[in-house]
């Protein structure tokens, strides 16, 4: 096993960098860039201060930046664009800064936020709480709730039970989150109806000031819709997948052989199914607690008034924020790639008899 861990350490090298190298080519076919966006910030400055000012544009004003390429900035000297390009390292060939980028991303330096002002590792860090709360606690309520559920429905396929509870499965699973997110607010955050949890934001004012048990619950009843609201999707996903997995497995002949036996429905269900039917729900956990983390919070993020990862990453792609965007891409994509290899090992802790490396051989 140690082998096969080492050789999947040894393949993410590869991978994350042909990931960024298929990114970091398709931004230099992206119309515009940070260069342009300093430029149209700099020129709406400068008609904001004219129409104050009441004075017109220069009718003598230079025409030589035109030469620059840069849509908008007539009126720049040529000394100033080239500036702004070395500034943002866009004075050098595309393959020169590819290399820099990556033996900088190797040591863990993703340098500086063009427009913050800001170092990315402070900036995620600063982000980071927001997003893992949404993950971590969106990720353990799907399975606390859609693993039990789901065996449930698979001892009782078939039954009232069964039938109503996948009525109610298929309309949550319908239910975008940001829709479901709405909802919420306006039936429970005083919206229209009732004003039970608070409508932004994940500690009240003075939370310093509360006791240990009071920050847990101000905390708790902070984050209640968001997490509700991050869940509904993946918990509907969950449920049927672990009810078809263990519907999968009761059919077979060892259960039947158990049964025989003697052995109670418990026994055969959570000593012997569970470990077989869970397997595949397992694969499925990096990927549920990766897309909650960093995919799919920008929208609850927005609705909430959270200042987490997924609004940092979508504001830095529409202000060409490259050392952001191109910081966490790296940073996910390696978590992705190591949350995979423990994936693996999760495997063989559910199921020790699954061996990955006489597989491959």
């Known amino acids: 096993m140690g082998a096969y861990i080492l050789r999947r350490f040894l393949l993410t090298i590869p991978t994350l960098i042909g990931i960024m190298l298929v990114n970091f080519t398709l931004t230099q076919f992206v ?78 330096d993703f340098g500086e936020s063009y427009f913050r002002s800001i170092s990315v590792v402070d900036l995620v860090i600063e982000k980071l709480p ?81 006791s240990l048990i009071g920050k847990a619950a101000d905390y708790l009843w902070h984050i209640t819709l968001p997490v509700v609201a991050s869940t509904i999707s993946s918990f509907a996903t969950l449920t049927l997948l672990t009810k078809n997995s263990f519907l999968d497995e009761i059919n077979k002949q060892y259960v039947m052989t158990a049964r025989a036996k003697g052995l109670t429905e418990s026994r055969v269900l959570y000593g012997h199914v569970f470990r077989n039917a869970m397997l595949i729900v397992i694969a499925g956990f990096p990927g549920l607690l990766l897309s909650v983390l960093f995919g799919g919070g920008l929208l609850i993020e927005v609705i909430f008034s959270l200042d987490g990862l997924g609004r940092m990453g979508f504001e830095a792609a529409v202000q060409r924020d490259y050392p952001i965007v191109f910081g966490t891409l790296y940073t996910f994509g390696l978590m992705g790639l190591v949350v995979g290899i423990l994936s693996d090992l999760m495997y063989v802790f559910v199921d020790p008899r699954i061996d990955f490396e006489k597989r491959e051989g």
């Open 31 to 108: 119309p515009g860039g940070p260069v342009e966006a300093m430029i149209a910030k700099i020129q709406d400055q400068s008609n904001v201060l004219q129409s104050v000012t009441g004075s017109g544009a220069d009718a003598g004003a230079e025409d030589s930046a035109d030469d620059s390429g840069y849509a908008g900035a007539r009126g720049l000297p040529p000394e100033f664009i080239k500036q702004l390009e070395k500034q943002f390292g866009f004075d050098r060939p595309a393959h020169e800064r590819f290399l820099k980028m990556m033996w900088d991303y190797l040591r863990f």
């Open 130 to 210: 927001v997003s893992i709360t949404l993950g971590l606690w969106s990720t353990l309520m799907a399975y606390l709730i859609s693993i039990p559920l789901g065996i449930r429905k698979a001892v009782h396929d078939g039954t009232p039970f069964d039938t109503w509870t996948s009525a109610a499965i298929i309309v949550g699973y319908a239910i975008p989150g940001f829709l479901f997110a709405v909802m919420l607010i306006v039936l429970l955050a005083g919206g229209s109806y009732w004003k039970i949890f608070p409508l932004r934001g994940l500690t009240s004012d003075g939370w310093e000031e509360m």
